[in-house]
């Protein structure tokens, strides 16, 4: 696991964009594995800047979220169909039939998880994950305790996930007690997983899946046993870890020719 401690978000963003791009590159059909919430957004306003200034094209990518709310009704703004669709792949050159979201709606909960495990497969699997973290640690929505081989079911949302997530609902009430998210050992098979963790709230976590052991109870610990993550994070999220000045001596002395 390469952890990198960088200045700000915007530093994050550009270094990933950087990895995409490459990857984009060398494969235009690359499947990219993509997270909602607030620590991808510098990434996906990098890559739709590239987009627009610079012909960064998306239109042989696939993309796969990595969860979804059960129960919203289809087209809620806070569905994270509508949030991919609105943060990113509107606004660059995906097709719309190139992304795919779990399906939340309550008719189809039950064969939800394995038709999305099938399209995962069908589209030949994902080559880059992008990540967030909980403050407690999970990673999709797979809550503490969940198993480090799941595969993409329905998951019940600690209250203080619910907690975090009030802020893009007008109440807590609002917020789904239900999920339907890529299990542990699905995230476990994409290539290559870029989590990103930003500010003091992430930094216990950080701490405890970077450094503490392997552990259902921190689920973000299970990539641990992943041969290609980087993990950035902001000055913050890095302040509690133990080995922050070897992971900074590491990224300076990198070679200029390996990217992340
Ligand atoms: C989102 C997801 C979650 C978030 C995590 C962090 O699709 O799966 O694991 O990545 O809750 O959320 P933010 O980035 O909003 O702090």
């Known amino acids: ?30 499947v990219l594995g993509l997270a909602t919430g607030s620590s991808p957004l510098s990434v996906y306003d990098e890559l739709a800047r590239r987009y627009r200034e610079e012909g960064l094209s998306f239109a042989s990518a696939r993309a796969f979220a990595l969860d979804e709310y059960v129960g919203l009704p289809v087209g809620h703004t806070e569905s994270y169909r509508e949030v991919i669709n609105r943060e990113f792949t509107n606004k660059v050159d995906i097709p719309a039939e190139n992304v795919s979201c779990p399906d939340g709606t309550e008719g189809n909960i039950a064969a939800s998880g394995e038709v999305y495990e099938k399209s995962i497969q069908a589209a030949g699997g994902v080559d880059l994950q992008i990540l967030g973290i909980g403050s407690n640690g999970h990673i999709g929505f797979n809550e503490p305790g969940s ?38 050992g699905t995230i476990m098979e994409a290539r290559h997983i870029v989590l990103i963790a930003c500010g003091i709230g992430k930094a216990q976590a950080v701490r405890a899946f970077a450094e503490g052991p392997v ?46």
């Not at 401690?5 to 690359?30: F, H, Q, V």
């Not at 993409?152 to 007008?170: E, S, Y």
């Open 1 to 30: 696991m390469e952890i990198v401690i960088l200045p700000d978000s915007e530093t994050i963003g550009r270094i990933t964009a950087n990895a995409i791009e490459e990857l984009i590159a060398r494969k235009p059909g690359s």
């Open 147 to 184: 198993s480090l081989s799941s595969r993409t079911r329905v998951k019940t949302l600690l209250a203080q996930t619910r907690q975090d997530n009030a802020r893009f609902f007008d109440n807590l009430d609002d917020v789904p007690r239900h999920v339907v998210t890529q299990g542990l």
């Open 215 to 260: 552990s259902a109870f921190c689920p973000a610990s299970v990539l641990q046993m992943h041969p290609h993550v980087t993990v950035l994070t902001d000055e913050e999220a890095a302040s509690s870890l133990q080995l922050s000045s070897y992971y900074r001596e590491t990224y300076a002395n990198k070679p200029t020719w390996q990217s992340i």
